[in-house]
């Protein structure tokens, strides 16, 4: 490891999940994944509420964009993790 490699490190811990067969980075604090009908993938540190066209709420970032098919519903795209590190 050089010392250029040493300088950097994440600022917010990260860990794997599984969502609808993918493996997604996300925030450690994450509890929640929701997808928007254009296929970007929301993190929610809580439980996010519906707006009319996607989840809002306790953000902590777009984590991931997807392909998403004919019959996708963005409303049954949340996804509870738990979340051992609170």
């Known amino acids: 490891m050089t ?11 990260q860990r794997s999940v599984e969502y609808f067969g993918l493996s997604i980075f996300v925030p450690i604090e994450t509890e929640y994944l929701s997808t928007d ?5 929301m993190a929610h540190s809580l ?5 009319p066209d996607f989840y809002e709420g306790h953000e902590l970032g777009y984590v991931a964009k997807v392909v998403v098919t ?3 519903d963005w409303r049954k795209s949340l996804v509870k993790y738990d979340n051992e590190e609170l």
Do not use: I, M, N, S
Request: hydrophobic fraction near 20%.
């Open 70 to 72: 004919d019959g996708f």
């Open 37 to 41: 009908p254009d296929g970007c993938v």
């Open 47 to 51: 439980e996010p509420w519906k707006e």
């Open 3 to 13: 010392d250029q490699d040493k300088r950097l490190e994440l600022e917010r811990p």
